[in-house]
């Protein structure tokens, strides 16, 4: 129903932010509310899905199409719904979401809020593939030419097989990109960053 909204952010929750559009102020439901601290009282433009319950009407928020075109895609999964969608967008790594699914990659889809191991089987089934005409595909491939390092992946496997997070070795990653080291080297450096 609603594509976008274009208004000023007046109020910013843990849960949700609301932007007056023509003096009505529309609740939306976002991951991290908190990013939009610095865009307080000013206007933004926020890309929108509405979701029509018995019980509510709820408006999806979404700083980017692509972000809005992970979140349309990953409620189409059964088992996710719009709640653990976000909480997955929330983790910021889209790009590494959509590696892993095309890879077939359950261990990495598993260290998502509320991604068990058949919900991870169910996500593979239902979107591999499906993301090669989206903005978030090519910026996926794009990295992942730019830094095919295999090294580095080896060692990104090593850590997330040691329990560390998604959003923890996306950080690793981007830090040690373009660089060219052995996967031992890599491991080693990125567990010095992470203990402290």
């Known amino acids: ?18 932007v007056e559009v023509a ?3 529309y609740i939306l439901h ?6 939009y601290s610095d865009s307080i ?3 933004i433009t926020i890309y929108t899905h509405q979701v029509i319950r018995e019980d509510a009407h709820l408006l999806y928020g979404f700083a980017t199409e692509s972000e809005k075109d992970v ?8 088992g996710i719904g719009p709640t653990t969608a976000l909480a997955i967008i929330a983790v910021d790594d889209n790009e590494g979401l959509v590696r892993a699914i095309d890879q077939q990659n359950i261990t990495y889809l598993t260290k998502f809020p509320k991604i068990g191991k058949k919900t991870a089987q169910q996500m593979v089934l239902d979107l591999a593939g499906t993301f090669v005409d989206t903005s978030v595909q090519s910026d996926a491939v794009s990295q992942t030419a730019a830094a095919s390092n295999q090294a580095l992946e080896e060692a990104m496997e090593a850590l997330l097989a040691l329990g560390y997070k998604a959003n923890e070795i996306k950080k690793i990653r981007t830090f ?5 080291e052995s996967a031992e080297n890599y491991i080693k450096s990125a567990l010095k960053m ?3």
């Open 23 to 25: 003096g009505i102020g």
């Open 1 to 18: 129903m609603f594509e976008y909204l274009k208004g000023r952010l007046t109020k910013i929750t843990a849960k949700y932010i609301v």
């Open 71 to 78: 979140f349309l895609r990953l409620i189409s999964v059964s």
């Open 176 to 180: 040690f990109e373009g660089t060219s």
């Open 41 to 43: 009282q000013q206007d």
């Open 194 to 196: 992470l203990m402290k």
């Open 30 to 35: 976002v991951a991290n509310p908190y990013r």
